[in-house]
Structure formats: structure tokens, C-alpha cells
């Protein structure tokens, strides 16, 4: 029995340090030697097993990562952290004049209603702006908005994190505006954060004042740029127009004509009329020498006939020369008349379109209207303090996690590497 047992107990040696980390110090493990000793009585065995350092250190990263960051959290939005008040409004930037679609937006476009998304976007990006801060700071003593009396240290500006600067006062100025735009609705939700809800309102008005003049200011750029790119095209046109005229009377001066095509017809009748008499003469001349071939008639008429076709061809040759002849004349002043034509349309659009130009710059394009006025904040809103210790635990818990698997990875690797 005696060498049994010690079979055994040689069996559990080897693993007897796995039980370490989940034994307390001096723990006594009994072995007996036999079971018909001396006096009848077991002998014990007792081992004692040292505590793991890994225990000790797993609690302080509990500590550190997980109880200390929500104690203090904890603290702060329990009895430090100053209530903040919350102003909402809600605006959408409105277009006179879009592209038409179909369905509802068609609708809405037909009776003059859109929606300018770009437009929505460009108020967003300055109502977060650098400019959007200096523009409100004229207008209201920011610094002093956020740095009331009772605001904490940690809220109010400047604080740990921010400094007296602009650049810092514009990140500060970001985390308590808030503009968001609705994709879907075109509707735009200016929430604004402040230690008072009277400097919520306030500061919230002032925003929505600023955005309408930045609209306003778009509208006098697409008008101004309307109206300069129409009076361009009108200087043009008449510039064509006359560059056209002058060409066409230098082309008068130097053929002395007025109108070739003109003069064209007054050949060609000329032209028709010889043709006409050379076939009388042809006609008198087959009479007479039917009648009596011998006649001196006959001379006569044969050079008449000579004479008349000789103008004729002299006639023609006018019209038809390729080098000055009157086809090429009235080719030459057709494509000056062709100009002065396209000259005279092209100077008419541009009136009409400075007209319209002119006419739309009467009225607004683009116009801020707003959906919901901004309201004063009967509670405050912010900090939600219980939220935000309830993440800050969640957080922490994850992190220790996170952090406990990485190290316990690395252990068992660096284990099986040993």
C-alpha cells in the first residue's frame, strides 16, 4: 500500500504549481504514508504554495484602467460638471430656380419651391467656420458667453485643453455648435450648447442671422455675375456687328457696287435682251437670204449677227471670270450679308438674355427660411451625467479586456517558447 501511494504522489508532483495561482498562502495538502504505519497513524505532507505576481498585477490594472477612470468620471459629472443649456432650430436653404424633376419635386419646382443641397452645404461649412467665429464674436461677447461665472473648469473657455487663441477658441466653438443636414429632408439642425439658456437663444439667432446673409451674399454674386457675363456677350455682339458693317461698305468702296447680286440681274436681263435681238437678226438674215441670195442685206446682217454674240460672250465673261469676274463678287458679299445676319441674331439673344438677366436679379435665387425658430431651453439638456458614467465604465471595462487577452497572449506564447 506504502508504494502505491507513493506512485501517486510522485503523479501529482509535476503538476502541483498549476494549483499556485488559485491557492492561498500556506495551504496544507495532506498525504498519508501508509495506511498500517508506526502508531497507526497518517503522516501529512504539506506543501506551501507562493502567491502569483500576476494576480497582484491584474488588480492594479483594474484599478488604473477600469475603477479610476469611473470614480473620476464619476466625480466629475456627479458634483463639478456645470449643467449646459441647449438651443435647437431648424432651417433649409430654398431655390428659386432648379433643374425640374419628376414626382413631388416636380411639383414643388413648378410653383417656384426647391431645395439647393450645395447650397445647405455651404451654410453648414460656415456656420463651423473660422469666419463664422469672428463674424459672431463682432456681434457678441463670445468669450464671455463661454466663460460664465460657475461654468467648470473643464467646460468653460479656455480650459486645459483649449487656450486664449482663435484657432483654439473656433475648436472650442465646435463642440458646442452643432449643424447637421438631413440628406433625405434638406432640412438643417443648428443645436448651439451655453452655460445660460438666454446665451443659447442668443448665440442661435445670431447664427441663423449670419447664415441669411451669407445666402444673400450668393445671391448678389449669381446676380452680379449674371448680369456682367449677359452685358459681355450684348459688347460682343455689337463689336461683331460693326467689324461686319464696316467690312461690307470697304467691299462697296473697292468693286464700286452697292449690291452685286443686284448687278448680277441687270447682266443677265442685259444678256437676255442681246440673246433676243441676235435671234431676230439670225431670223432676218435666214429670211433674206431665202428670198434673195444675192442682197446686200445679207453683209449687213451677217455682221450685226458677229457684233451681237460677241457682247454676249463679252457679258458672260463678266459674270463668270474666276478672278474678278461677278460670281465672285456676289459669293464675297453674300458671305459679308451671311455675317452681318448671324452678327445681328447673336447681338438680339444677347439683349434678350441681359433682359432676363436683368429681370431674375430682381428677385432672390436662394432664401434661408426657417422650419423652427429657436427656442429657449427650459432644463438642462447636457451634461446627461449618468450616460456618461455608465460609458465611461462600459469604456474602461473593454479597454481592461482588450488589454488583459493581449497579455495573456503574449504570456502563453512566451510559455511555450520557454
Given at each position: 500500500?506504502?508504494?502505491?501511494?507513493e506512485?501517486i504522489?510522485?503523479?501529482?508532483?509535476?503538476?502541483a504549481?498549476?494549483?499556485?495561482?488559485?491557492?492561498?498562502?500556506?495551504?496544507?495538502?495532506?498525504?498519508?504514508?501508509?495506511?498500517?504505519g508506526?502508531?497507526?497513524?497518517?503522516?501529512?505532507?504539506?506543501?506551501?504554495?507562493?502567491?502569483?505576481?500576476?494576480?497582484?498585477?491584474?488588480?492594479?490594472?483594474?484599478?488604473?484602467?477600469?475603477?479610476l477612470?469611473?470614480?473620476?468620471?464619476?466625480?466629475?459629472?456627479g458634483?463639478?460638471?456645470?449643467?449646459?443649456?441647449?438651443s435647437?432650430?431648424?432651417?433649409?436653404?430654398?431655390?428659386?430656380?432648379?433643374?425640374?424633376?419628376?414626382?413631388?419635386?416636380?411639383?414643388?419646382?413648378?410653383?417656384?419651391?426647391?431645395?439647393?443641397?450645395?447650397?445647405?452645404y455651404?451654410v453648414?461649412e460656415?456656420?463651423?467656420?473660422?469666419?463664422?467665429v469672428?463674424?459672431?464674436?463682432?456681434?457678441?461677447?463670445?468669450?464671455?458667453?463661454?466663460?460664465?461665472?460657475?461654468?467648470?473648469?473643464?467646460?468653460?473657455?479656455?480650459?486645459?485643453?483649449?487656450?486664449?487663441?482663435?484657432?483654439?477658441?473656433?475648436?472650442?466653438?465646435?463642440?458646442?455648435?452643432?449643424?447637421?443636414?438631413?440628406?433625405?429632408?434638406?432640412?438643417?439642425?443648428?443645436?448651439?450648447e451655453?452655460?445660460?439658456?438666454?446665451?443659447?437663444?442668443?448665440?442661435?439667432?445670431?447664427?441663423?442671422?449670419?447664415?441669411?446673409a451669407?445666402?444673400?451674399?450668393?445671391?448678389?454674386?449669381?446676380?452680379?455675375d449674371?448680369?456682367?457675363?449677359?452685358?459681355?456677350?450684348?459688347?460682343?455682339g455689337?463689336?461683331?456687328?460693326?467689324?461686319?458693317?464696316?467690312?461690307i461698305?470697304?467691299?462697296?468702296?473697292?468693286?464700286?457696287?452697292?449690291?452685286?447680286?443686284?448687278?448680277?440681274?441687270?447682266?443677265?436681263?442685259?444678256?437676255?435682251?442681246?440673246?433676243a435681238?441676235?435671234?431676230v437678226?439670225?431670223s432676218?438674215?435666214?429670211?433674206?437670204?431665202?428670198?434673195?441670195?444675192?442682197?446686200?442685206?445679207?453683209?449687213?446682217?451677217?455682221?450685226?449677227?458677229?457684233?451681237?454674240?460677241?457682247?454676249?460672250?463679252?457679258?458672260?465673261?463678266?459674270?463668270?471670270?474666276?478672278?474678278?469676274?461677278?460670281?465672285?463678287?456676289?459669293?464675297?458679299y453674300?458671305?459679308?450679308t451671311?455675317?452681318?445676319?448671324?452678327?445681328?441674331?447673336?447681338?438680339?439673344?444677347a439683349?434678350?438674355?441681359?433682359?432676363?438677366?436683368?429681370?431674375?436679379?430682381?428677385?432672390?435665387?436662394?432664401?434661408?427660411?426657417?422650419?423652427?425658430?429657436?427656442?429657449?431651453?427650459?432644463?438642462?439638456?447636457?451634461?446627461?451625467?449618468?450616460?456618461?458614467?455608465?460609458?465611461?465604465?462600459?469604456?474602461?471595462?473593454?479597454?481592461?479586456?482588450?488589454?488583459?487577452?493581449?497579455?495573456?497572449?503574449?504570456?502563453?506564447?512566451?510559455?511555450?517558447?520557454?
Amino acid at each position: 500500500m506504502r508504494q502505491r501511494f507513493e506512485k501517486i504522489s510522485r503523479r501529482l508532483r509535476p503538476v502541483a504549481h498549476l494549483a499556485r495561482p488559485l491557492s492561498p498562502r500556506g495551504t496544507t495538502l495532506p498525504f498519508p504514508e501508509a495506511a498500517g504505519g508506526e502508531g497507526g497513524e497518517a503522516a501529512q505532507v504539506t506543501h506551501r504554495i507562493k502567491p502569483s505576481p500576476w494576480l497582484s498585477w491584474s488588480k492594479a490594472a483594474f484599478f488604473l484602467v477600469v475603477l479610476l477612470p469611473t470614480t473620476l468620471a464619476a466625480l466629475y459629472f456627479g458634483f463639478i460638471a456645470s449643467d449646459r443649456y441647449v438651443s435647437e432650430s431648424t432651417f433649409v436653404v430654398r431655390s428659386a430656380k432648379s433643374p425640374l424633376s419628376g414626382g413631388l419635386g416636380g411639383l414643388m419646382q413648378i410653383v417656384g419651391i426647391s431645395r439647393s443641397q450645395d447650397d445647405s452645404y455651404s451654410v453648414q461649412e460656415y456656420l463651423l467656420s473660422r469666419d463664422a467665429v469672428t463674424a459672431l464674436s463682432q456681434k457678441l461677447p463670445i468669450r464671455e458667453i463661454f466663460n460664465r461665472e460657475g461654468a467648470d473648469f473643464v467646460a468653460r473657455f479656455p480650459n486645459p485643453l483649449y487656450g486664449e487663441t482663435t484657432e483654439e477658441l473656433t475648436q472650442y466653438y465646435r463642440t458646442r455648435i452643432s449643424v447637421v443636414h438631413g440628406a433625405t429632408t434638406g432640412l438643417t439642425t443648428l443645436k448651439v450648447e451655453a452655460f445660460r439658456a438666454e446665451d443659447a437663444i442668443v448665440i442661435n439667432r445670431t447664427l441663423l442671422e449670419l447664415g441669411e446673409a451669407l445666402v444673400n451674399r450668393m445671391n448678389e454674386r449669381i446676380r452680379a455675375d449674371a448680369i456682367r457675363y449677359a452685358e459681355a456677350e450684348v459688347a460682343r455682339g455689337q463689336e461683331r456687328l460693326v467689324e461686319t458693317q464696316i467690312a461690307i461698305t470697304e467691299f462697296r468702296n473697292r468693286e464700286l457696287m452697292l449690291d452685286p447680286s443686284k448687278s448680277s440681274l441687270i447682266v443677265a436681263e442685259l444678256i437676255g435682251r442681246l440673246a433676243a435681238e441676235l435671234a431676230v437678226v439670225m431670223s432676218q438674215l435666214r429670211e433674206v437670204e431665202a428670198s434673195s441670195p444675192n442682197s446686200p442685206q445679207i453683209s449687213g446682217l451677217q455682221r450685226r449677227i458677229s457684233a451681237l454674240e460677241a457682247q454676249i460672250v463679252l457679258e458672260r465673261q463678266r459674270v463668270s471670270n474666276a478672278s474678278d469676274g461677278l460670281a465672285e463678287k456676289i459669293a464675297g458679299y453674300e458671305r459679308l450679308t451671311l455675317q452681318r445676319e448671324f452678327a445681328v441674331k447673336a447681338l438680339s439673344s444677347a439683349v434678350t438674355s441681359l433682359e432676363v438677366a436683368r429681370n431674375e436679379a430682381r428677385r432672390q435665387q436662394l432664401y434661408l427660411e426657417r422650419v423652427v425658430e429657436p427656442h429657449a431651453p427650459d432644463y438642462a439638456e447636457q451634461p446627461r451625467r449618468m450616460r456618461s458614467i455608465l460609458l465611461t465604465f462600459a469604456g474602461s471595462l473593454m479597454l481592461f479586456f482588450v488589454g488583459w487577452l493581449l497579455f495573456a497572449g503574449v504570456r502563453e506564447h512566451s510559455v511555450k517558447l520557454k
